[in-house]
Nanobody, 126 residues
């Protein structure tokens, strides 16, 4: 059964850092592009970043470029999101997702496998 388990969120002050993790199972992780999405209160879910199956190609949404870094460990079937210089507008629930293909479509996976996980809450506030 396809499953995503996100972790690493929390409360952090503006300018701080967090590292999110997403452990995946139930599909061939190293054949899939994977990415991060977020949903802020009262807003639609939006793409944040995507990494190709090999890890060689990464893309980021404009608001997070230069501050966030996506990476993956295919042996651990885990994707990470290092978030630095956090801002209050980064406050959201963060979710990961995988593509049935090995490529990204811009900064989101091309297509999406399965259902959303429970996400991890990130709150940036002083």
């Amino acid at each position: 059964q396809l499953q995503f388990v996100e972790s690493g969120g929390g409360l952090v002050q503006p300018g701080g850092s967090l590292r999110l993790s997403c452990a995946a199972s139930g599909f061939t992780f190293d054949y899939s592009a994977v990415g991060w999405f977020r949903q802020a209160p009262g807003k639609e879910r939006e793409g944040v970043s995507c990494i190709s199956s090999s890890g060689r190609n990464t893309n980021y949404a404009e608001p997070v470029k230069g501050r966030f870094t996506i990476s993956r460990d295919n042996a651990k079937k885990t994707v990470y999101l290092q978030m630095n210089s956090l801002k209050p507008e980064d406050t959201a629930i963060y979710y990961c997702a995988a593509s049935p293909t090995n490529v990204c479509s811009g900064y989101v996976p091309a297509g999406r496998l399965g259902y959303w996980g429970q996400g991890t809450q990130v709150t940036v506030s002083s």
